[in-house]
């Protein structure tokens, strides 16, 4: 069985989705074995623990280089037999000695139709306000394989969602969440999986 970690610096809302898909066999080609947060107060700790999930907290030292990060994180991802990493609100950029031990088996979801919104200081309701200052009518989620440049990796999958009139930030990251995140990140984290199993039989 396909090991897998999620990394998360939040709540958990994606996590849980995942937790959740897991608990009724829609994802299934893979087992969420372990969840890591940079931040000890993460509320994704708490989900993670009341599924049976093992957890971690990996902060960031004071003045330590990502490449020194990377490879603590990588020490806890190979420790644990981790074979692919999907990242749920993860608030650390991956160092490139992760992104390359990892090449192809780290799944990320952003709250943004890429390449709208997106790239370095996008992130939470960050892309929303983006979106809205910016008037567009339509946005949504994607996922997609991490890489070097952030948010820039292979998109895997898209879900549009209709912008409405008096939309806030706080109305408008729910109605993506519901209508796009929590769908398509589970069906898309077993797609890839399975994928994945299937390649190492």
């Not at 892309?127 to 339509?138: Q, S």
């Not at 930030?169 to 995140?181: D, H, N």
């Amino acid at each position: 069985m396909l090991r897998i970690a999620v990394l998360a610096s939040g709540g958990g809302t994606n996590l849980q989705a995942l937790l959740d898909a897991q608990a009724s066999g829609a994802l299934r080609s893979g087992k969420i074995t372990l969840v890591i947060s940079n931040k000890a107060g993460a509320y994704a700790l708490t989900r993670a623990r009341a599924a049976g999930v093992d957890t971690a907290v990996l902060a960031k030292r004071r003045d330590e280089s990502p490449a020194v990060y990377g490879q603590r994180l990588l020490a806890v991802l190979r420790a644990a037999g981790i074979g692919m990493v999907v990242l749920t609100g993860f608030l650390l950029i991956l160092d490139e000695c992760v992104i390359r031990a990892y090449q192809g088996r780290i799944l990320n979801i952003h709250p943004s139709l890429i390449p709208a919104f997106c790239g370095k200081g996008f992130y939470g309701l960050k892309v929303h306000e983006a979106a809205l200052e910016r008037g567009v009518k339509v946005t949504g989620a994607t996922v997609h394989l991490a890489s070097e440049i952030p948010d820039g990796g292979p998109i895997l999958a898209q879900q549009a969602v209709e912008v409405l009139d008096g939309d806030t930030p706080e109305t408008l990251q729910r109605r993506v969440m519901e209508r796009a995140e929590w769908l398509l990140l589970p069906r898309e984290a077993e797609r890839w999986a399975r994928k994945l199993t299937e390649e190492a039989m």
